[in-house]
């Protein structure tokens, strides 16, 4: 690792290389995941849905190329495996139950990672979890919210909207 900071033990430094390849992890499932979701919705006739998931294919993205940047910085290979996707098909509210699990997962994760980070002196890292993390903990008031809507309306009317 030879541009891990000198002052940092290797051992604090491989915590928060394994705190980066399970962020890594979590957002290559999420992308997957939201990706299927845009085409299927698109498929369903919800053109809004699924330009919303499609924005959130972007935004995963985007976090994805930070945590590989900080991979980059500490030069380790970015893993590549993760989970596969795992979301019911024709069922929207155990779409967002499952989407819901997975933010949630997340937002865990990236609190955890922050912690670690911190530990290891990793200030930089601990910023770009904290930033993660306050994104998933706005997706998840999202579907909060978003189930909220649907229990008020019913789903029905709520759907009727995203045509």
């Not at 390849?21 to 979701?37: F, V």
């Not at 933010?103 to 290891?120: D, L």
């Not at 993660?132 to 909207?161: P, R």
């Amino acid at each position: 690792m030879p541009n891990a900071p000198l002052s940092q033990p290797i051992s604090s430094v491989g915590n928060v290389v394994d705190a980066l390849q399970l962020s890594r992890s979590l957002h290559l499932t999420a992308i997957e995941q939201y990706q299927a979701q845009a085409e299927h919705f698109r498929r369903w006739g919800y053109s809004k849905l699924a330009e919303a998931f499609d924005a959130d294919v972007e935004e995963e993205r985007g976090h994805l190329k930070k945590v590989t940047a900080r991979l980059e910085y500490y030069d380790v290979e970015p893993g590549y495996e993760h989970s596969a996707p795992e979301w019911p098909r024709h069922d929207y509210e155990g779409i967002l139950d499952a989407n819901y699990a997975l933010e949630y997962g997340a937002m865990n994760v990236e609190r955890a990672n922050v912690i670690v980070a911190r530990n290891a002196g990793d200030e930089i890292t601990a910023k770009i979890f904290a930033k993660l993390l306050k994104g998933s903990e706005a997706s998840v008031s999202e579907i909060e919210a978003t189930k909220l809507v649907i229990e008020q309306i019913g789903l029905d009317n709520y759907l009727a909207n995203k045509v």
